[in-house]
């Protein structure tokens, strides 16, 4: 596996691994064991780069990623992430909370149920409101200089917030949702990341799956599925947005790959400091994307997307209304 390189110096696998779907987000939760073994499975084939959160469960998949990375944790960068109002019981208030001493207690209960003594990037999950972001970067900084937290990342950030974050502790990777289908950090965020020296992590780089081809308009998605209440899983924008599949497949074609895999191979060409994290509970589809890394578009390829996409009107916001207001501040 290529590797790549966040912020100044966090060196992690081109490709990484989002936990997140290993919990009921999908559908049902993916059995502890079976998600230990797609874990190892990952790291047996070079992915080092592994992407988690409280929130997740709450607290079962830092528990299943810690136990799961505890053999390889020398080998591996883990990242988590704080900002939800959550208690000690896994009860949520359904607000954000990144005050500086519940910050440090997030991070010293992560660093528990990951069965580590340091965590390698600790994001902001969600910027917050009542939080000014320099008291958060302050509070980050504080366990860093503590040996704690190594690095620091803010997700689903604006360039604003970036900016002042930055200033007062480095900020080593920005994480946002970022695909052929879902591209509102470019006009903004990456410039801004690429004149400060950050790294940026895209998840949902397949479309919470549907850029993968195998979801259409016909397609059951069930209640548990946090897709359902998604504006762009409608039906309706689900046929309209085929189109954009479609665009993938043609290039796919040509390259004899997947439209999944066309879709990472398109983030990795776009800046050697983008990093997607596709998740996955099954085994051929984890090596399908990893073996994206191994795809190379020309500037032909990348012209001949750009042309079609700039086409294509996208249709459905990416979020339901109630968590894209916690977003891009």
């Known amino acids: ?69 505890a053999p390889f944790r020398d080998r591996v960068v883990i990242a988590t992430k704080f900002g939800f109002d959550i208690a000690p019981d896994g009860q949520r208030s359904g607000g954000l909370n990144s005050r500086p001493e519940h910050i440090r207690q997030v991070a010293d209960a992560s660093l528990k149920r990951l069965k580590t003594d340091v965590i390698d990037l600790f994001y902001q999950h969600r910027v917050d409101p009542n939080v000014p972001i320099e008291d958060v970067a302050g509070a980050v900084k504080e366990l860093i200089d ?34 052929l289908w879902t591209r509102d950090p470019e006009p903004e965020v990456l410039p801004a990341c690429e004149e400060l020296g950050i790294g940026f992590v895209a998840w949902g780089p397949l479309g919470q799956g549907f850029l993968t081809g195998k979801i259409d308009a016909t397609t059951s998605i069930g209640s548990s599925d946090f897709r359902a209440a998604s504006p762009r899983f409608t039906p309706e924008a689900r046929k309209a947005n085929l189109a954009v599949v479609d665009l993938l497949k043609e290039i796919a074609a040509r390259k004899s790959a997947t439209p999944a895999q066309i879709a990472i191979a398109w983030l990795l060409a776009r800046k050697p400091w983008i990093v997607p994290i596709p998740g996955t509970t099954k085994l051929h589809r984890l090596e399908e994307n990893i073996a994206a890394a191994g795809i190379e578009l020309t500037a032909d390829d990348l012209r001949d997307i750009e042309t079609a996409a700039s086409k294509i009107n996208v249709q459905g916001a990416r979020l339901p209304e109630a968590i894209l207001a916690m977003s891009g501040r």
């Open 1 to 69: 596996m290529q590797k790549r390189t966040l912020g100044r110096s966090l060196e992690v696998s081109a490709i990484g691994y989002g936990c997140m779907g290993l919990e009921a987000v999908y559908g049902p939760a993916t059995d502890r064991q079976e998600g230990i073994r797609i874990i190892h499975a990952a790291v047996e084939r070079g992915v080092t780069f592994f992407d988690t959160a409280e929130t997740y469960g709450p607290f079962t998949n830092e528990e299943l990623v810690g136990e799961a990375l």
């Open 146 to 179: 503590e040996g704690k937290v190594k690095h620091f990342g803010l997700s689903e950030a604006g360039a604003k917030t970036i900016r002042r974050a930055h200033a007062v502790q480095p900020v080593t990777a920005v994480q946002s949702e970022y695909s």
